[in-house]
């Protein structure tokens, strides 16, 4: 049986660590938000807040999103953005634009200095380069979540004229809580849109699935209701009903 070196280990929690934190998880996104919180990930200086070094044990319940890892929406938000653009970085915000009184638009510099020392900084981190196989076969799986039989989502999705890549998952909060969670992205070829839900005390990914699939429906446009307007005259003292 083998077993492996301190050094092995140390060099997969670090490892680990960096590419979690390159996709916005356990960091404050710097959106437009007073109060942001930056959540945990199982990186050595969490596991040292325990007195001891890291184990095999860390890595592997790491790896399967047990551990320390604990995100917000809006981080699994941008992961799984990052996750359907390729890898690329991006930054949340809720500010689409802002005009001043002359009629000119701020720029996205002159926001984040009238911002300064308010909110969080924009995390400035290097551009990573990620083999397309890698990719595709982390968007293939979550493409079968929803497009085939036995996916976790399938049931949902089976019928949407749209192709959805997706992720159920389970959040233990606590002894007697689990949240639901599913973090999903459509169309699959070209994405737009990418929605996190979380409903507390869900229990499973699949009861958010839904609320996703609902979603994506308005945003699409599945939801119009063409009417008809009445345009008959309608004469003094008469109504139309």
Same mark, same amino acid.
């Given at each position: ?26 960091? *404050? ?51 799984? $953005?990052?996750? $359907? ?5 991006? +930054? ?21 200095? $009238? ?18 196989? +890698?990719? *595709? ?7 079968? @979540? ?6 976790? $989502? &399938? ?51 699949? +009861?958010?699935?839904?609320? @996703? ?5 308005? &945003? ?5 209701? +063409? ?11 008469? &109504?139309?009903?």
């Amino acid at each position: 049986m083998y077993i492996s070196t301190q050094w092995e280990i140390d060099f997969g929690i670090d490892k680990m660590d960096e590419y979690i934190k390159y996709f916005g998880l356990g960091e *404050k996104t710097g959106v437009e938000l007073v109060g942001e919180e930056k959540g945990t990930r199982p990186s050595r200086e969490q596991i040292a807040k325990e007195n001891r070094e890291p184990n095999e044990r860390d890595i592997l319940s790491s790896a399967i999103g047990q551990s320390y890892n604990s995100y917000t929406p809006l981080q699994l938000a941008k992961y799984i $953005a990052m996750i $359907a653009n390729g890898g690329k970085q991006i +930054h949340p915000t809720i500010i689409k634009s802002i005009i001043k009184p002359n009629g000119t638009r701020l720029s996205k510099e002159e926001i984040r200095n $009238a911002t300064k020392g308010i909110l969080p900084e924009v995390p400035n981190i290097d551009e990573k380069q990620f083999k397309k196989e +890698h990719i *595709k076969a982390i968007l293939e799986g979550m493409k079968a @979540v929803t497009g085939e039989r036995g996916g976790t $989502a &399938y049931s949902v999705f089976k019928n949407f004229n749209i192709e959805v890549g997706g992720k159920t998952g389970s959040a233990e909060v606590s002894e007697t809580r689990t949240d639901g969670l599913f973090v999903g992205f459509a169309p699959f070829d070209d994405p737009e849109i990418g929605i996190v839900t979380v409903i507390e005390n869900g229990v499973v990914g699949f +009861h958010t699935s839904e609320v @996703v699939l609902k979603i994506m429906q308005e &945003y699409f446009g599945m939801n119009v209701t +063409h009417v008809k307007e009445n345009t008959q005259e309608v004469k003094e003292g008469e &109504y139309i009903l």
